[in-house]
């Protein structure tokens, strides 16, 4: 799966069928026009290719919000975005190109946003991973949280939703049930059947089944242990078994 997405980046074609400035960022790193699949121009653009080649762009353009990039973000970048050790070259060209591009990180947060309108949970996926990069450093800072914000709010979520996405990344001690989206008024047993909905809402193999790359995966994978432990938490406090 790994190699097929970065193979893809080889045709601007593939660019030119996407459009937009994600497309145009394609078309950039593969620097000829070539097509290198069938129905390029025709066909729906991959899944895959959006989601992986969106979330660089955001994060290039995350990882300059403070003026600077650091090897720290892209370090983080890289562990967020898998890529084989036969690509790393011109995937951190991608990368680069992002950074320098006029586009502002506001269209290519539209042009995702868009892509997965009717997929609210893969636009979580995409800040679940720019919330890893911005703590990079071990801090999300304050030019950081507020281009996250930003990009939430492009994305569709009001304020409560991007609270909730924000626990799972910020220490918030006092407050599990906004990592669960749970009201603490719900008792035991209807704990119990929001926390396995959600369990089975966010379960990596989900990622799988629906085609998505790696990166989609390992962030389902993570946010799964933090809801996890929010429930720990939870159960422990209420006694539940």
Partial sequence: MIHSIWGKLGGAGIGLALGGPIGALLGGVAGHMLIDREGAFFGAPPRDLIFTTGLVALAAKMAKSDGIVVDREIQAFEQVVDVPESERDRVRRLFDLAK????????????????????????????????????????????????????????????????????????????????????????????????????????????????????????????????NAAWERVAAERNIR
Avoid at 118 to 144: R, S
């Fill in 100 to 227: 320098g591009t006029t586009d502002g990180f506001e269209a290519y947060a539209r042009q995702i946003g868009e892509a997965f309108k009717d997929e609210p949970q893969l636009l979580e996926d995409v800040l679940d991973g720019l919330f890893h990069i911005a703590k990079a450093d071990g801090a999300v800072h304050e030019a950081e949280y507020a281009y996250l914000q930003d990009v939430a709010a492009i994305f569709g979520f009001d304020d409560v939703e991007f609270d909730r996405i924000t626990a799972r990344h910020v220490l918030r001690h006092d407050d599990p049930y906004l990592i669960l989206k749970a009201d603490r008024d719900m008792n035991n047993d209807e704990l119990k059947r929001h926390y396995r909905k959600l369990v089975a809402d966010n379960h990596p193999d989900r990622e799988i089944a629906r085609g998505l790359p790696p990166e989609a995966v390992k962030i389902a994978t993570e946010r799964l242990a933090v809801v």
